[in-house]
């Protein structure tokens, strides 16, 4: 089992820079793949990042590509999400995620995903 804590969010303006951490405790493999997803009032679960624990390989979803980069300290056990350029559609509370496997076919939708974080909130106002 692992257990995830995110931090990092906050209220800030168009066009500034938050980076989100998100520290997992507990056991942890080579091949775990650590994802970010986002929720904003309304709307569904959104997949924005997910990264593997083993090879760095990172995966991005369309709307953040560029904006954001998701990147990992795995002797810290941690997980970060470096967001530029935020707009405020990118308002919404910010979960980590993990899994012990990795699907191509799966990895962008939540049940792929059997351990979550509480959320932070990210606020961007125009």
């Known amino acids: 089992q692992v257990q995830l804590v995110e931090s990092g969010g906050g209220l800030v303006q168009a066009g500034d820079s938050l980076r989100l951490s998100c520290a997992a405790s507990g056991r942890t493999y080579s091949r775990y793949v650590i994802a970010w997803f986002r929720q904003a009032p309304g709307k569904e679960r959104e997949f924005v990042a997910a990264i593997s624990w083993s090879g760095g390989i990172t995966y991005y979803a369309d709307s953040v590509k560029g904006r954001f980069t998701i990147s990992r300290v795995n002797a810290k056990n941690t997980v970060y999400l470096q967001m530029n350029g935020l707009k405020p559609e990118d308002t919404a509370v910010y979960y980590c995620?993990?899994?012990?496997?990795?699907?191509?076919?799966?990895?962008?939708?939540?049940?792929?995903?059997?351990?979550w974080g509480q959320g932070t909130q990210v606020t961007v106002s125009s």
């Open positions: 995620a993990a899994s012990s496997y990795f699907s191509d076919n799966e990895y962008q939708s939540g049940a792929m995903y059997p351990y």
